[in-house]
Structures are given as C-alpha cells and as structure tokens.
C-alpha cells in the first residue's frame, strides 16, 4: 500500500490516512475550513478543506481513518494535500488508526525476550532486585510510551525500542570492553530513561507531565531507586546502590544536559555515550527516510540544526541484505 | 588578644595558635624540619621548623594549642612567621583548640529560635512535617557543618548561620513580594542545603563524601523529601510535594551549576537569588577582613577572580553604630 | 469593570478599549481593513475590522476609547478579537485613555515620599549633593518613564517604581549586612537606571533613542555625574565619586551584560542582585498573571525562554491576607 | 617482576626501572645534582641524585636501565623516591629498555590480521584501493606510532592499538545498523588517524612535527587520499571519494575540535562516536589503573578535569573471568 | 534611469526590472496567481500579481526584463510593489538582464590587472608557481564567482572583487609591517577563497555544492596546493608549500569558524584580519546603502545581528570627493 | 654592544645591564641574597646574588646601572644568569638608566609630526576642538605611557606609538574605504586609548590606578570628552559628539571585551580592526624578535595561548631591505 511520503510533488494521490488533527477555523471572508493533519507511517501532511458543513466536521474527527484523494503540492516550502475528496474509510477498508501510527520495528514479545536476556545477566542481587522491582511497577506503559516528545524515537513503544537498542550495544562494547560491570551496565541502561514513563504523558498526543517539567525525569528515577530500596530492604549506603543512582543521574553526560552530575566511573561513561549514538542514528535515520537519494535533509534541530546527505550509490555489500 | 592578622608584615609576633597541619619533611642537605599552618580566627599562616628533633614532632601534633614567638614575614607575596621559639600553652594558659577555630559569629540558641521562628511560619502542613522530619534527623550535625569546603561559609555552624541568613532575606522580601507563598518560600530556604550534611565530611578538614560526589547534595535532599513522605504518610503527587521538591532542585538556579531543573515557580528563583547574595556577601567580606583600607584584596576564585577593593572614607552614618 | 483578559476564549465580549495602534491594510482581494491592537490594564489583543470606509479609519485612530462587541477567539495559538460592532466611547462613558494604559500599582506621591526618605539617609555630604542635583534634571519624565521597552516594568512611571522597590529591598538588606555603606547603597539604587530617562523615549511607543543606542543608560548616567560635580565643584578624584560611579557603571554585573567593568565592592554587587531579582520578579508576576493556576505561563525571552507554574493550591496563610 | 606503582609511599623500593630523562642541575649552594625520571610499564616517577660526579653523569644518561634502592616518597602531592643507591643493569639482568615501555596490550601480528579482516570487508573498489594504497607507505611507522602526545593511547602501538579497538565497535555497531555503509565505516575507521604518523614525531619522546602544528593530522590524511587518486586514477569527483574524503575530515565532530565540517552522513558521526568512546574508555582505565580501589584517581585532564572512582566491590560475574 | 529603491513608500513606480523568481500559488479561494520577485542593481522587491491567465505564466518567467507599474507599498514591515500593469520590456528598450544583476564596481579588466600586479611581486619561485598554476585552472570562474551566497560580495564578480580589496589592504599593511614576507602575505590572499568558486554553484541562484558541504572550500583549496605541487614538482616538505597551506587553512582565524588550525605564522594572522575588514565593510556598507539618513539599517544577521546607523551630517573633507 | 638575549645557554657573559628590581630574602639556611631582574633593550632576565653584604644591599638598588660577569644559564626552563661578579658601571661607562629600557622605535619628534599631519587631517571643526583639547590636556604622558601592562606595546612611549602605528593603517585604509569619514576615523583613533594615561601608573613598574581599575580607561576618555564639551561650549547633543564618543566607546568591538556598546557606525568598526591589527603584530613579533628560526615561540597568553613558528627561510624580497 503506497504511503504519502512515496508521493512526489504535483502527483496524485489516492491512499488511506489517519485524521492525526482537524482545527475548526475561518477564512478572512468567514467561511468555515478544516485545518487537518493527516499521518500514515511516513509521516505527517497537511491540508485545507475548504467550505465544510457541520456534518463535514462531525464527519471528519481526530483519529477517523478517511480515502483521500487528492494532490501533492508544496505551500512555503512544506508539502501540503489539495483535497479533491474525502470519506471515511469503510468497514471492509483498512480503518483501524493504529495501522497508522509510527511504532518500533520490532515487536513486544520480541523486546520482552531481550529484556528478560540482559535480567538475567544482571547477577549482582542487589541491581537485579532493584531493576526487577522498578520495572514491574512500569512494565505495561514502558512497552508504550515513546522515548521523547519530539526528537528521537518519539513513537508508540520507542521508549522500550530505544532501550533494547542500547541493551545490544552495551553487551557487544561489554566485550570489547571486559573490564566495565555487566551488571552495573545492564542495570543503568534499563533504568536510564524509564523515568520518561510519568514525565511524559503517554504515547499520542505526547506532552511533558507537571512532575516531569518540576522534577525531571533523571530525578524521578533516582526517587524510585530510593523506594525500591526501602522496600526490599536494601542498604541505601551499600555502593551497589551508590553507583547504581549515579548511573543513572549522570547519563547526560554534562551538567547543561540536566545531569546533576558527571559520570565518575566508566559505567556511567559508557552509558551516556550508548544513549548518544542510539539517539542520533535514529534522528539522522528519521530525517533520511524523508530525503531523496543524491539531495540533504530538512534540518534536525537537536543535532545542531544539521542537514544530513543521502548518498546515492548502493554498495555491493548491502546489495544482498 | 591580638590575632595572627592584627599583626604587619615585619612585626615582632607573641601570640597562642593552633597547629593545622604539621608535615615532616626534609632539606635538600638531608636534614628534617617540620612545615606548619598554624591558625587562629583570624585566619591561617604558613611557618617552617628547621632541624627538629623528633621529640619536636612528637610534641608539637596538629590539634596543639602553642606559644610563638617570631616574626611576620613575606615569602613569594604570601605571608608567613619565622619562628623564633615554640611551645606548647600550659595548663593555665587558653589551650582549648576550639577558641582558635573561626566558627558562625551568632550562637547555636539564637539560630536555633531563628528556626523555630520561622518552622513556626510556615503554615503549610505538608511542608511543616517534611520540614520538622528532615531537620531533626540532621538536627546535631546541621549546626555543626561548614556549608562548603572552601568557597563560602567554609567555617564550623557555616551552614546553619548561612541558612538564617538566608531565612533574614527571605522574611523581610517576603514583605516586598506579598505574592510569595511564604509557606514555601522558608521551607525552602531551610532545607535547600541540608544535604551538605552529608554531602561534607564535618567541620573540621572538610572533604566530599563519596555520596556528596557521586550524588550531590540537590539530589540527597530530595531523597530525605521521599523518605519523609513515606514515614509520614504524606502523598508524593500533591503539589506542596511537588513544589517543595522543585525548589530544593533548582535552588542552584542554572543546570551547569548542577540543578537537574531551572526554578520554575517564583519561590525557586528567590531562594535561588537569595543563596546568591548570602554567599557572595560572606565571600566579599572574607576577603576584605584580609585586605588593609586603599588596597584591593586577594583574588576571589569562586567570584570569576575578582579582587575587590576595600574603601578607605568612613561614612558618618556607620561611625555611630 | 470587566477587562479584556478576565474573558475566555469563545466568551461574547462587551467592553471598553483603547486603540492603541490601527493600520490601514488590503485583502488579497483588494479591500480595506484596520487591523487593530486594543488595550486595557490587563493587556493587549489584536483584531481585525473589515470591509472600513474613509470615515472609520478616521474615527477609529490610536489613542480612541472605543466600545467594543464581539467574541474572543484565537488565531495561531495567540488570543484575538472576533469585531461584531464598535463605535467611540461618549462623553459620559469611561472616555479618558489615561484609564486604559498599565501603571506603577502605587502613586507618584507615595513614591515620592520613599525617594525622600532614601535621600534623608544618604548622609555622605558629596553623595547626597550628586544624587540630588541629577534627580532634580530628571525629576519629571523620572515618574513617567517605564524601566525598559519590552522585558520588566514596561509601563508608565516603571522605571521609578522599579527603583522604589528597590530601596525597599536595599534597605532591608542593609540591616542584615550592617557593613554595607548606605549612602553608597541608597545612590547607586537611585541613580542606577536614571539614563532610562534618556536612552528610552518616553512612556508610550516606547523605543531607544539615538543617544540611548550609541552610548546607552549605562555610560550616559556616568556622564551625568561627571557634569554634576562640575556644577558642584565636587573634586572628581575623590573616593565618593569614583565609588559612585562605580557602583553605577558595575550594576550589570558582567561585561557581557554592558557593564564595561564589573564589581569591585561590596555595594555595586549588592546592588546589582537586588535589580536582578526585582526585575525578574516583576518578569515572573507579569507572566503568571495572565495563566490560569495549575497551567504554565508562556515563554518569558528574558528570563531563558522559561515557562514559569501558577500554583492551584491556596495557602492558608496567605488567605486573611 | 614489581613495579614501581606496585609499591606504597613510605615502602623500600628494590627493582629495575628505564632513565626516561636525566636532567643536570644545581643546588643553590651550587652543587651538581641529576633530575631523574625512572619508567616502567607501571608508570613515571621521579627522583634527585645528589652530589654526582662527571662520571655519574656519563653512566646514567637516558636509555640506561639501572638497578635502584631507594624509598618511594612524596613530594608536594606527588610521588617520588628517594634513592639510596643505583647502578647500571648487568648483562644478565633485564637490561633491555623495550621492557621498561608501555606499549599495546595485544602483539602487532594480531592486529594486522585484524587490519586483514577489515580490509577484507571493504568490498567497495574504489575505497578498498585508496586504503591499502596509503596503509602500505605508512605500514612500519603505523604500528609503532602513539596515538596522542599525553592524552590516549599514548604508547607505542598506541595508534595501532586504537584503530583495532575502533574496528571491533564499528564491526559490531554495523550489525546493529545495519543502513549503515560497512565499507565506508571500516575505511573512515582505518584512515582517520594515520595522520598522525607524520603529526607526531614518533614513539618515544613524543612531540608535534611542524607539518603536524602547521596542518594538522586531519587535513594531512585527506591529501593522502588527494594523492592515492591520482596514483590510482580514481576520480576524485566520484561519490565514493567524497564521502570517504568527508568521513576523516569530520570525525572530531565538531569545528571547535579541529574537524573543518561537521559530520554529514551517518558513518561520519558513528566513526566520531567510536573514536570518542574507544578514547575516553582509555583514559579512565589508565587513572583507575593507579587509583586505588575505594578512591578517586587523578584528575584527568582531557576529560573536563575529573577525577574517576575505582569501585571498591567484585562482582561476582567478573570473577570467574 | 531611476531605481527600485530610489522610490520611496507610496510612490507611483514605472520603470524597468528583471523578474528574478516567479512562483504560481493560488488563493484560498482557489484563484491562481504569480509570487514575484523583481530585482535591479539596488535591490530585490517582491510582488503579488492576481488572477492570471496560463499566457501570463508563459510570458513573465525569471530572466525577462520588463516595464513594470505600480505602487510601492508596506507588508509586514517589509517593501513589496503593487502591480498595476507589466509587460516584457520591447525590443529598443533595456531589455538585457545583465544590466539589473549587482556586479563589482570595478570592470573585470581592472581587476586582472590589479592580480597581475599582485602576482609580480611574489617573488619566490615555488609560491609564484602555485598560484600561476591554481588561478590558471580557475581564471574564467573566478571572475564571475561570488563571495559568498547570502552575506558579503554576494554578487557576480564579487570573489574577485573581495580579493582585489584584500590585495590593497595587503599592499598597504606590508609598508607599515616590513617584517611581513610580501610573497606569502599576496600568495595567501590570492588563493584564500578560490575554492569558493567549487564551493559556490555560481553567480546566480548561488547555493552550496555538495563538495562544498562535505569538503569545504577551505580544504578544497588546500588540496589544489597538493595537486599543484604534483604537476610542478615541487617538494611539498618543503617550508614555502607547508606556510603557504597553513596560511590558507588558518584563514577563518578560529577552529569554530572552521578554519582547523589557527594562524600560527604572522601573515596567516594579518590575512585573517584583511578577510574580516574586507567582508565587514562590505555588508556594513550594503546595509546601510538601503537605509535614510540618520536611521538605522535593517539586522545584519552575519555580524551578530546589529543595525547600523547612518549619520546625517556631511563632513566638509568628503564633499569635495 | 651585545644585549642580553645575543647570548645563548651557557655563553659567558659580559655587559652592562640595568637592575630592574632587587629584592631582599634569605636562604632556607638563614643567610641573605639578592634578587634580581635585570634588562636592557633586548628583554629581561633574572639572576640570584648570594651572600650579600649590607653594603652590596644598598650599592644595588633598581635603577642602577651595572657591569654584569657571569654565565646564561637555564632554571626551569627559563634562562637567568649566574653570577661571576658584579660592580656599578662607572662615569665614562654607559651609565644612563634610560638606554637599557625598551622604548618606541620612532622617535617622539616624528611620532608629534605624524600627529600633527593627522590633527591637520580632521577637518570637522568639533572634532578636531575635542581631540586638540583634550591631547593638551596629557600631552606630556601620552608619550611616555606604555599601551599596557604587560600585553601590548608594554613599554615607555608604547601608547604613542601604537597610536601612530594606527594612524597610518587608518590613513592608508581610508583610501581604499572612501565611505569612511576620515575625521571621525583620525579622532576616533587618536583617543581612543588616551585614557591609558590615567588608567596606568606610568612607564615604569607599570599597574592599574585605582581609578583604571574602577572606572576603566574607555569610560575615562569618554568622560573627557565630556569635559571637553563643556570647556569648549560644544553642544552634546550634537552627531559629531555623539559618534565620536560613540567610536571610543565601542573601541573593544565586543560588550566582553568591555566596551559598553558594539560599533554601530562604519568608522567605530574598522577602528576596532585597526586596534587588533596593530596589537597583535606587535605581540607576534615581540614574541618571534626571542625566537630562533626553526622554531616556536613561548606561548602568548594574550592570544590564546598560542605559540608562533619563526620561518627559517629568507625571501630574496626581503633581501634587499
């Protein structure tokens, strides 16, 4: 099924799409319009239509899957929709919005085994117990709460996916590495971002928590590593517990990043640089799935505002894959 | 008693001081002397020991209230005694090492009813058993500890005498800015550098405590503010939680100074701008108590260097006070 | 009396405004409108008259009081006004601009009466002399002046209630650092802003004048004092005046900041954290009287792009007040 | 075989060490005296012979290996000993100074095989060729050379040691990745520091060459890449060329580390990340490895002047390692 | 003939332009219509023109002059004409685009003529070769190059005309600093910015190459030195060529302006300086040609976004001029 | 007559030199020496005197001019003398303190010339009245005073000449920039270092004034302008007053570097670059004149730290000269 981003400029179009947003405004000469959003795994458009009735706007709800038919053009740069026609999509058509919406390319069962892997390595008891506790308190919305609002893997489940990505690097690095705690660095890239789970609000429509703007979510999970402890009877004094936190507080490396402190010992070091390429590589993938082989990116604002190229030839090496 | 510092330089010296520190080491012809810092509360000096004996070393330990007889000499532009004779102050003469210690210039009763004064202001009831629960965990040691290893406050009651300062600014701006929730505000000031307890290892050759370096004492705080919800009953969600939290985390006010959170309520950017002036107030007058009337002080590091000048016209105003 | 912002989005609105800025423009399809910005004490909004005549766009000019109908909606995320029906206020309705435009929450005299007690407690004979010879230059556009063009106390008679709350703030502090010069602090307070008069073009458009932008405030009240001791035949090298003209030249606290030295005393760093925290209360106030409590604010530029929380709890004891 | 580092302060030392340097000074009484440094793989340490004689000078000049008796000591904070007794290493006894230096822990012939396999994997012509062509004409000075003056890997092989390290990331990053382009990661990984065969002047006594001051490792290398072009008549216009080109030139991530552009393509920014990680990983491991379990190391410059923790517990998991 | 911006605000405008861009869009109402920009040697101007026919679209695409009236009016604080009718430019009327594109204001022949000059005075034999050699192969771009895409000498001819300025300065400064090697100071300022020629698409609709965003044009130039080197056969260890290379890599003064080394000799410093005099002067005067006397010029965004200002008094000395 | 830095390591030496400074202390043995800085036009060194007598105290006082025997040696990296023997120098010998102090390499006459010649030059009738009155003012020590304490032009009469050096940069650019207003130039330049005068103590043991230090030398001269006005009857509100104070102001070019405000006129911005200009060839070449060729510099801190390569090459160009 083609998807809108496989849409060049001036085609037209005629495809399946979630309603993402409809916002009920007015032209100057006080005709009534709807502003929307459409989105399929692609991406996100916009589009006017124009001269609606109220039932056109009853009709045409948030999270409605509609036909569109249509052509692509651009408005100041940005593509936008002219909508020829609109319906909603019918009940032997593919209408279930979740088709719709971004989400990791890997399953949950599939995240779930790899969790359960790298638990298993966890053999310090006291990290083990202390992961174990913390994740089963989040276990049903880690699996569904994206990584960030807007950055990087802000989909459904790109928190889990993010992690598990992170997961595969610290074991291959704890290879190469041998001196680095497999225990200590398993245990900090699960716990690293689970925070995110309250300071976030949830999967769509993702916007920051009242406790995660006062609070953040590097404290939060520090404050849940205290619970855990109080709860399982652990020593908060025992350094398994010290270095565990620290861990996690440091992760952003720096001060300026929300760290309130820097990574002291090689664990936390590491983590912090697993977080960074994890991060990137899916900012620069996300920009790249949207750019032309041979023509740069729109501009990814938190990578320094940078363009990324695409390059144009296929490598014989990944010919075969 | 005249002081280390009521003395010039070249000044016959004939005074009691504590030993500091007293290093052993030797010439570069091989022969043994002993490298002092005496101090009295007029601050600290430097002085060499030449050919001790090791009765000397024995006798004269760091803790050692002594007898000195010299002179106040200059080494390299620092200050420094020659010494004439040493020995240690007699029975009947004032060798309790504590009269040699700079300590807060009001006593522990008064700050303890300038707490309890404002403990008694703040209405708010959440915040006034978090409040009483962490101060009375930390109640001996608060009065005892320095409130930074160098910078500011670096003195025996440091951080309590730092904290009613803080409470003095805070009550009498309280009164400008009626808007301020004064609940908040004092509960605030109060606890905001409590974790310094722990962070320091004590009043006397103060160091960082390995939590103190790999958590910090924003983060403790906030630690001892869960803890004591949990004791207490208290529910963490309520906004008197949240925003007691918010104002201990941000009180540094920018996240390079190790704030994991900027102040986003107007009681975090007051306390924040109050901690400001207390310590950079204690630090400017440390400097000029060093400094003659005309001449520019020692640089001030933690004050982007600074060397600040100590006027030399007395104000009729503050001749009669 | 209703105000603009005390109505909600989608609210009938029925009110009188001033005009403050009315400008002639075209549709897309060559017809003529005003595109106002109305005003009142709690603000500013936009909107759009449609279709005008020759003799509206005469009627309607700035400085009009105008009676109102319409509905307020929004447009891009920023609140405007849907015009049903406007016409000039009478004779007997609410007529006089003066009502409609933002002020010091306390009158000229009451200011008055604290500069002349601060005055009474500047006793340095050459200080006193110096700060009285410029405020008489300045004293009428003083009162009118607001502190700044867009950021803090942007309204009339801003700048001198800026400066009364800060003596407020320097007075209170002067009993708690009883070392502070109070003569120095009281002058440096008073004349810190004063070029404001000069470098601003006065309360209403408020905009840099040329002097304001090639010299600025800072430089061009150090001016003032140089021409003051002319007059005076106060000696320029004396410590009173270099103190002084310090203390005024250093308020900004770092050179990046425009002052073109920072401070060397005690004084001009005091006085420069009581403009901080004036200003950024003022900032923060402005901000969160515009928010609905639980919400965050909306970005303040000048204080980091920050969005600051409006508490919903109520504090008892702030509820006799 | 102990190691200088191998002994306490305050131990007797007895054991075989190189001359790193040997300094002739004189005491103020104007008496000869040597500055050594002594160096084994365990560290540097320094030390002063008195009272020597012409002779004494002319048998202990760098490059000797001696016996030496002596007292590991400290001096001002650091370490050094004071020596009892030297003399020259016998025939017999472990006299050869390559055993004295650190170098990489895994022998030359393992890494080219490793160089092999990645070489192997760079299935794309026209970067294959350019690779080998520049990794011949530096193949003898590669293995020998340091990666860095001070900072990382700092040894001889250092270089060597490093890219091997950087390999064993890239290939396992690369199966996590799998957009990534093998061929050209592999080759960035491989040319992006042999400029800095020619930068540096070698492995012992490192310092920067001219050509190395005046034009840098990073633009040195991308010449050789012009160069082998046009050996190898590749055309330099070709994709395959630039991005090759573009890959070195931006692997220090950002221009105010030295990269003229910043990382455009996603195997740039993983190269830069892998160089980082591999570096830092480094630099921690050798401050742990003369910190002692249960404090904190040196401070370490080049990475924000911290200071790391060397964790005091064994985990269980790296014990039967 | 009169210019775009010899009109001012509301003035009747006929007169002749080049149509630089031409956009189709259409209204809201679904009306299509031409977005213009209209371009002469004082400046750019944009134009809405309604209701057009597919003849009109054929008729007015960029590159044709043509007769244009209409009103010059206001959008948004910015100039745009008010169409009311146009028509291509006829035969006997100024029809030739070249006459409305910016271009130095001195003639090509004057330039070559100010190189030669240039190139007779650097008299040593391997640097005189080089830069025979280089401005050889770009002799016909170079002169039609521009400096830059948007922000100094951003016009045909502009890359000459920079650099022939550059060379006067060079000229002037090297009489007053005789110390400086006149070779290599000329030498430097021919080659700085040729790769500009490569790096830039050229004198109109300028954008980057994608050799100029992955290489730069400061590396590019320094691999025209390599290859010049080659063909010559000249040594490339030897001092002339590695001076030369680091003058023209250590041109952008400052690593984070993307130069990777920093001027190290005084000459590469002194081109530093001329660069920045040159393309300063230029976007300063540019500014402030569009702006009236005694007001400020828009924002220059390249030079930290100041306005400038231009005075209104004429100096006697430059009236004769 | 060979300087001090004609000599190399280990060279015996044998000149007259100045005693810059003499400074009392003993060694860690109790008995007296001196030590010394001596001078002459080539630098300065320092040298220790052992075992001096009472008398030797009083014969070698600083500004004694001295025959010097001894040895150029190396302590610490830095060179200083060895003592052989010492001896005031005699009346037939070059005896006069002032030749051995670095001074301007033109003489004052040409410098008050070339002054002159610019005087003439300012045409504008209020300019060239302020800039005349207020050079009267401090026309004495404007040609002894140094430009700086340590940087720049560090030396008796450096102030003149660096003023003279920019005139002639100034007066040769204005002919390539014949937009610049050559009066506001000329006096822009000619004041605005003026206040250096007054913000140092002189030209020997050169420091900050206090007034220097509180006020600033860029707000001195803009008080002086002031002055000036006032003296004069010149309106201060008038352009040329306000650009030429405008010029002085911004003379820094950045609000870090302490100038109030940024150039916002052409002239105060190629001021700025002029100023750069002549002070950093003056510490490049300062730090090259005691550099051999081949080599690098020491680091100059003023210029980041960097340290300059001296080339080895002669240019047959400069040959001739």
């Not at 085609?11 to 006080?30: C, F, G, M, P, W």
């Not at 680095?180 to 916007?207: C, M, N, Q, R, Y």
């Not at 020593?235 to 565990?244: N, Q």
């Amino acid at each position: 099924m083609k998807k809108i981003y496989d849409y060049q400029k001036d085609d037209q179009v005629n495809l399946y799409v979630l309603i993402k947003s409809a916002d009920e405004k007015i032209t100057r000469t006080n005709k009534p319009y709807l502003s929307f959003t459409f989105q399929d795994t692609s991406g996100e458009i916009s589009a006017n239509y124009w001269d609606v009735t109220p039932e056109d706007i009853e009709k045409f709800k948030p999270g409605t899957v509609i036909r569109l038919e249509g052509k692509r053009e651009e408005y100041k740069g940005n593509p936008q929709i002219r909508i020829n026609a609109i319906r909603p999509a019918k009940e032997d058509e593919p209408n279930n919005p979740e088709l719709y919406v971004e989400r990791a390319p890997i399953n949950k069962d599939k995240m779930v085994e790899e969790f359960n892997h790298a638990l298993f390595d966890i053999t310090n008891a006291n990290m083990n117990r202390i992961v174990r506790f913390i994740m089963k308190k989040y276990q049903h919305d880690f699996f569904q709460s994206p990584a960030a609002k807007t950055n990087h893997h802000a989909f459904m489940g790109g928190l889990a996916y993010h992690t598990v990505s992170m997961l595969r690097i610290a074991r291959s690095l704890s290879e190469i590495y041998t001196d680095l705690d497999v225990s200590l660095l398993f245990s900090g890239v699960i716990l690293h971002d689970v925070g995110k789970v309250v300071e976030l609000s949830g999967p769509t429509a993702t916007d920051y928590t009242l406790e995660g703007k006062l609070i953040g979510h590097i404290v939060m999970i520090n404050e849940d590593i205290v619970r855990a402890c109080r709860e399982l009877k652990i020593d908060e004094d025992h350094e398994d517990v010290l270095l565990l936190k620290h861990t996690v507080l440091a992760h952003h490396g720096e001060l300026e990043y929300g760290s309130p402190v820097r990574p002291l010992i090689p664990e936390a070091e590491m983590i912090h640089y697993i977080d960074q390429i994890d991060a990137k590589m899916n900012m620069i993938s996300s920009a790249l799935r949207k750019t032309e082989p041979g023509e740069f990116s729109e501009r990814v604002w938190a990578m320094n505002n940078r363009s990324f190229y695409k390059k144009t030839y296929i490598n014989p090496a990944s010919d075969s894959k």
